[in-house]
């Protein structure tokens, strides 16, 4: 069973306004984090925020937060006044403490910023 | 602090050799991982080191793939025979062990079996 799903391979916005990337996670450990990292086209992994699964308050990096819907089981990552650096893949992600902390992917969702 | 570091960055090599990827984790995480990336796809855990121990490896693809971690200090991942399907980017990364502390990644190695 997949347990994190990013179900838009693609999105579209324009410079300086805000876009939702969608994320849905499946897990029975009450104890898990959520990550989002975003991926360049030169290839490495850069780690953009993290959201703890008892934290009370979204969490907020700059002009990346996190909304945190825990009943919904979902963690969308939302980006405020895109920028054209911000054209990427961005990947969310989930570790649980019986998964013995590995991280886990979804499948990614690519960005495109529009000028 | 230096970051995890992957070596080499790019090997071209062709399908039955053998390559070893190496990689070197933040000093002082005992966890290291190992994921793949295949063109277009999503990125697929392969295993997860505990210091010098095999925690998980349920991601291995088959018995072509073997990792060691020696001392637990850094981590090979050796292809042997590869195979034309083994192309992609190889990740590795590391992390304390705690919750709510990223996985550092290191560059990737970008293997091409031709």
């Known amino acids: 069973a997949q347990k994190i799903t990013q179900t838009q391979p693609g999105m579209f916005v324009q410079e300086k306004e805000a876009v939702t990337l969608d994320c849905t996670y499946d897990?029975?450990?009450?104890?898990?984090?959520l990550f989002w990292y975003k991926q360049p086209s030169s290839g490495e992994m850069i780690f953009l925020i993290y959201?703890?699964?008892?934290?009370?308050q979204n969490a907020t990096e700059g002009r990346y937060s996190l909304n945190f819907q825990k009943a919904r089981k979902s963690a969308n990552l939302v980006i405020s006044a895109s920028q054209l650096g911000d054209s990427a893949m961005y990947f969310c992600?989930?570790?649980?403490?019986?998964?013995?902390?590995?991280?886990?992917f979804g499948a990614g969702t690519r960005l495109f910023v529009k000028a | 602090e230096a970051g995890v570091t992957q070596f080499p960055s790019h090997s071209v090599i062709e399908k039955g050799q053998t390559v070893t990827l190496r990689c070197d984790p933040i000093?002082?995480?005992?966890?290291l991982y190992w994921y793949r990336r295949v063109m277009g796809k999503e990125i697929k855990f392969l295993l997860h080191?505990?210091?010098?121990?095999?925690?998980?490896e349920s991601g291995m693809p088959n018995n072509r793939f073997l990792a060691e971690r020696t001392g637990g200090t850094y981590s090979t991942l050796k292809v042997q025979p590869a195979e034309l399907e083994d192309s992609g980017v190889y990740f590795c990364?590391?992390?304390?062990?705690?919750?709510?502390?990223?996985?550092?990644f290191g560059q990737g190695t970008r293997l091409t079996v031709v």
């Open positions: 959201q703890g699964s008892y934290d009370q």
């Open positions: 990364a590391s992390s304390q062990e705690k919750m709510n502390t990223e996985a550092f």
């Open positions: 992600a989930m570790r649980e403490r019986t998964g013995g902390f590995k991280t886990i």
């Open positions: 897990t029975s450990d009450p104890s898990y984090g």
């Open positions: 080191f505990v210091k010098e121990s095999k925690q998980d």
């Open positions: 000093s002082g995480h005992d966890n």
